[in-house]
DNA sequence: ACATTTTATTGACCTGGATCAATGCCGAAA
DNA sequence: TTTCGGCATTGATCCAGGTCAATAAAATGT
């Protein structure tokens, strides 16, 4: 609780753009992270035209589903989401968590449309930004190109290294994997690398693993007990960061 | 063995590559499958200069290593690979096989440097995309630069696939799912849906499933006993397509 | 503030697939 | 053609993590 006090200033900072959608991207609070770095003033405020600032999405509420059709890469402005994909008799995996500044929605650009399912894990609010108008502005601005390629390769050395998680690791090292990629995550955003909120349940953590809630429970507890991290609920504050980094596998 | 006499036309057509090193983009058997598709004639004779056609990798040769700096993209012209990779203990994972048309090292272009290593899987060639070139003909040819993100748009799409696999399915589902990714993928190359050559091993599958090499043959076995596919050594025969589309998740 | 629902924790027990251990098979080298 | 070394198969046993069940503790709504 008392880190929910410290953390709470930056997310009220990416709260207050719900308020002035039009904000441009030179004086978003996310520039340094998001698409638009390393643009010239005069490209990005022609990007800052295509771009629509949505407004607030409520936590479960859904950006998308497999059944809409793909026009958008959707860039977290402010909360956090999570997408998930599914077999046919309806068993569900999270495939990924999304936070402030990354792209969701990119599996969508091969079959031109969406593969999983996007969903809010709390009040949080995106920028649209219409795929078609991107690709022609790529062609005249090299380093929005750059820029794009980039996130899909990012995305997707993420997902491998997940593979590896569920395919090789133990239960434990899997948990301990995540926490530290969130983490690691946080701490680009400005927050503490070593105390912060899970947005997401013990459940979505679990499935995103590949275990069961129970398991993931028993982990939590089994970790507080080596004196490794502690958890209040949501938060969690990792007390060894060494000594977690070396039993991530 | 009837049917690897079948097969054997096709992969000799990709084979023959290897003695016309400098072959054109327009005259190869993969045009419709590869990078070239729907680009107009100039812009394929400049990207075809571009293209350096390699000479034949043997079985377990290996493309790159996560230690190699990030130059290329490489096109599988004849043969297959596998990408592996691992934790900082030694384990390895087995994220992706490769077949002829199919783009090697995407995932090396955020960070620059390869993620994973690419072996051989047999004797094999490739071309190589040097990437910057292709960054600045992508400025020219809006086609290109779409093809290239629809590529990585849909490796990640069966990444993320692979991670519902990996996380939700049963055994007998992985390796049907399996499966029956490598007849789709043989199919669009103009080889038998139901009948063809496995090109990895045993180990090879289990790991890239999450799965010990016993559980793989033991499910070859069972799917057997089963009626579903016969086995002799690396030839899978599929004898009953719906009832494996239905047992697969 | 209270009731209701959802989410998390903990314990007892079970099982799918891993591991260990032979044995068989096939292809390359001589 | 024989021998050798890596693959593949099969059986016996084991265990990490799943499932089932009961509380407990938060969220959420009224």
């Known amino acids: 609780m008392t880190q929910a006090r410290v953390i709470t200033p930056l997310f009220e900072d990416f709260a207050k753009v719900e308020h002035h959608h039009q904000l441009a991207c030179q004086s978003c609070a996310l520039y340094r992270l998001c698409l638009p770095l390393g643009l010239h003033r005069d490209d990005l ?10 407004a607030g999405f409520k936590r479960h509420q859904i950006l998308f589903e497999p059944a809409s059709t793909f026009k958008t890469i959707f860039v977290v402005r402010s909360g956090s989401f999570k997408t998930t994909i599914s077999a046919a008799d ?3 995996q ?9 792209f969701i929605g990119m599996d969508a650009i091969y079959q031109q449309r969406y593969l999983s399912t996007a969903r809010a ?7 649209e930004l219409p795929y078609e108008r991107l690709q022609e502005f790529s062609a005249t601005i090299p380093e929005l190109q750059n820029q794009l390629m980039t996130r899909l390769s990012k995305e997707m050395s993420a997902d491998k290294n997940l593979l590896l998680s569920l395919g090789k690791k133990t239960a434990q090292e899997k948990l301990i994997s995540f926490l530290l990629s969130l983490s690691q995550r946080f701490s680009e955003r400005g927050y503490s690398a070593l105390s912060f909120q899970l947005t997401m349940s013990r459940g979505d953590i679990a499935n995103h693993l590949g275990l069961a809630i129970e398991t993931v429970s028993r982990l939590f507890t089994q ?3 080596q004196q490794l991290l502690t958890t209040q609920g949501k938060e969690v504050t990792i007390l060894d960061l060494p000594a977690l980094k070396q039993r991530c596998g």
Chains 1, 2 share one sequence.
């Open 223 to 225: 970790l507080q007990e």
């Open 121 to 127: 894990l709390e009040a949080s609010s995106i920028c």
């Open 90 to 92: 309806g068993r569900e």
């Open 45 to 54: 405020s022609k990007l800052d035209q295509i771009i629509k600032r949505s």
């Open 94 to 102: 999270v495939t990924s968590f999304y936070f402030p500044g990354e």
